[in-house]
């Protein structure tokens, strides 16, 4: 597409408003950037010697547009601002940053996309994974690490891995996701969509355009999932934990555990998983989706389980930072809701005994279950940020509960409370924007704290 001379309004200076900005100037389009933050604090000067326009310091609802050939939105910015209705109403065309990069994209190259409440970035990461066992050399990001727009300014690949968020999908009008896998549905942004409905219509959009050649990855443990993909066009594959689950209406295959690892149902294919980065339930279930998305684009089954052997893991995600006199500290701070630290407790043995870090920007949803999951196992809650007080509202009748407002007094706390064979484990089951810049700040703090512990 031609966007030489265009004027393009975009809307958000974070990764992904930066790099649209980028490749919308390789294209010859005339750029302003939007942003709440005062311009000065936008690391944008790049762009500003390179003519971009940056008007920051105003509510993004509040501002005026005018009359732009193209306005691009950030996943972080909210459509439903009237800014960005007006836009609309006027006729000027909206795409988020992942409909703006995908037309860039090179002729057949094939996407596969990965979303759901919880564990989608630990099944992009390892679905990269496999596919670079497999010789794919994939692109690997999205919402997960580096911009699709970053991506395609360099040479081309034949196949791009991506992480999709709810708020991606929502901007994504024409993209063909070749291989879908949608893992799971909990609760969760309910301060930004109007009820689990609205939340569930968001994620379903990664099968929206596919085709019948096409694949479509779903959780057959999840009502939600396999109904949001009623209606997709691509062969429907299914996974459980369920051994015995007889294949649901609708799907061609089943991928369920057996001794050891799983099947994948297809193919006669057994793998093991025996890999610590993959510890628990909830990633024999990524494990299993990643594993049907890339032997479906063409890795053979001795290279999946190249790939699951070989699987790093991710930073912030159930990661042992350190044995310290035989207490194991681990960091989940990427569990920034209820679900994904729910998930958090499951991955430990019965019996195992946690001293339970969590707290800081809620996102609606209750505690209760978190606290209802934490009998018999959690020894302690430790309680950071702004939740702390309905944290220890639910968790006081099952555990004792100490306060301690900020992470460093926790990870003090807890040096003290914590016996050797137990884990100290950092799961907040909350965003972290009241007290840091993100969860991989709120993380690389945590690790930094247990790494200078004597």
Known sequence: ??????????????????????????????????DERPAAQLGA????????????????????????????????????????????ESGVPVWGEIELAARFLPPGAAVLGVTGTNGKSTTTALLGALCEAGGLAPFVGG???????????????????LELSSFQLEGMETVRVHG????????????????????????????????????????????????????????????????????????????????????LGVAGVTLRLANRALRGAHNLANAMAASLLAFHAGVQPVRLQVGLDGFPGLPHRLESVRTLDGVE????????????ALTALAAFPPGQRLWLIAGGKGKGAPYRPLA????????????????AALLESEFSAVCPVHACETLDRAVARARTLARPGEVVLLSPACASFDQFKNFEHRGATFRALVEALG
């Open 45 to 88: 000067e790049a762009l500003i010697g390179r003519g971009v326009a940056v008007r920051g310091g105003t509510p993004l609802g509040d501002v005026d547009l005018g009359r732009p050939d193209l306005v691009v939105v950030s996943p972080g910015v909210p459509l439903r601002l009237s800014s960005i209705v007006r836009a609309r």
């Open 329 to 340: 500290w681990v960091n989940d701070s990427k569990a920034t809701n209820v679900d994904a």
């Open 180 to 263: 879908a896998a949608l893992l799971n549905l909990t609760p969760d942004h309910l301060d930004r969509y109007d009820g689990m409905e609205d939340y569930a219509a968001a994620k379903a959009r990664i099968f929206r355009n596919q085709q019948p050649g096409d694949v479509a990855v779903v959780n057959a443990d999840d009502p939600w999932t396999l109904r949001m993909a009623a209606d997709a066009r691509g062969r429907r594959f299914g996974f459980t934990l369920q051994p015995e689950l007889a294949t649901p209406e609708g799907l061609v295959g089943l991928a369920g555990p057996v001794e050891g690892g799983f099947q």
């Open 1 to 34: 597409m031609d966007l030489g001379g265009r004027t393009v309004s975009v809307l958000g200076a974070g990764a992904s408003g930066l790099a649209a900005s980028e490749l919308l100037l390789s294209r010859g389009a005339r750029v302003t950037l939007w």
């Open 372 to 387: 209802e999951a934490s009998v018999g196992k959690v020894a302690g809650l430790l309680t950071v940020g702004q939740d």
């Open 143 to 161: 919402n997960l690490g580096t911009p699709l727009s970053r991506a395609v300014l360099e040479p081309a690949r034949r196949m791009y891995v």
